[in-house]
């Protein structure tokens, strides 16, 4: 089975410019959460979704926005990129169980802005 | 309350040694504990996970021990090889109405000397 997909791997943007990014996730896997990965604040919680509503959102700004399709693959967008959202975003896939999900991670999309 | 603390940051153990690396939670409503292995350029890899209803669960050479009472968990890596070499992520999740996130520890590198 395959795991989960992240395109582009790597982004470089400018500030003020916005960026999208896609997740596929594992075939059968309904859930899709997103991440943020650098060094100074490790990994933090953005958003996940589910039957194409979000369910939960991390402390971020309203610049940055995700959405899913009826296949469950997802994108995220940031809008105004500044120097700070240099990151690398992780996308995660779970199937949606009663109690308790085990995510499984893509391998990232590196945004660099400069 | 939503904070994981790990320790230490940083570990060097001996091939064949054992590393051990600790987290630590406050948020009593959390109910499943995964470690993530994170290699260079690529995503976060489910290692092992537990629930707090075992104090003890073993994967081949990875075990995580589980003190509810100390909200208190670690993962061992019994017999480390060079292989095991990577960032140790341990995290958190409890049940947020219908969605969970994961709420990661700031990160372990480990390196296993040949």
């Known amino acids: 089975k395959a795991g989960v997909t992240q395109t582009p791997r790597y982004l470089i943007k400018t500030r003020g410019q916005q960026v999208t990014l896609s997740c596929s996730p594992i075939s059968g896997h309904r859930s899709v959460s997103w991440y943020q990965q650098t060094p100074g604040q490790g990994l933090q919680f953005l958003f996940e979704y589910f039957s194409e509503t979000q369910r939960n959102k991390g402390n971020f700004p309203g610049r940055f926005s995700g959405r899913q399709f009826s296949n469950s693959r997802s994108e995220m967008n940031v809008s105004t990129l500044e120097l700070g959202d240099s990151a690398l975003y992780l996308c995660?896939?779970?199937?949606?169980?009663?109690?308790?999900?085990?995510?499984?991670f893509g391998p990232g999309t590196r945004l660099t802005v400069l | 309350q939503q904070q994981v603390k790990q320790s230490p940051q940083s570990l060097i153990v001996q091939k064949g040694g054992i590393s051990i690396i600790n987290c630590a939670y406050e948020?009593?409503?959390?109910?499943?504990f995964p470690w993530y292995q994170q290699f260079p350029g690529k995503g976060p890899a489910l290692l092992i996970a537990i629930r707090p209803d075992v104090s003890e669960k073993k994967e081949g050479r990875f075990t995580i021990s589980f003190n509810k009472s100390a909200k208190q968990f670690s993962l061992h890596i019994m017999d480390s090889q060079p292989g095991d070499s990577a960032t140790y992520f341990c995290a958190a999740s409890g049940d947020s109405g219908s969605a969970r996130q994961l709420t990661f520890g700031s990160g372990t590198q480990l390196t296993v000397l040949p």
């Open positions: 995660a896939s779970s199937l949606v169980a009663p109690s308790y999900n085990e995510q499984f």
């Open positions: 948020n009593t409503a959390f109910d499943y």
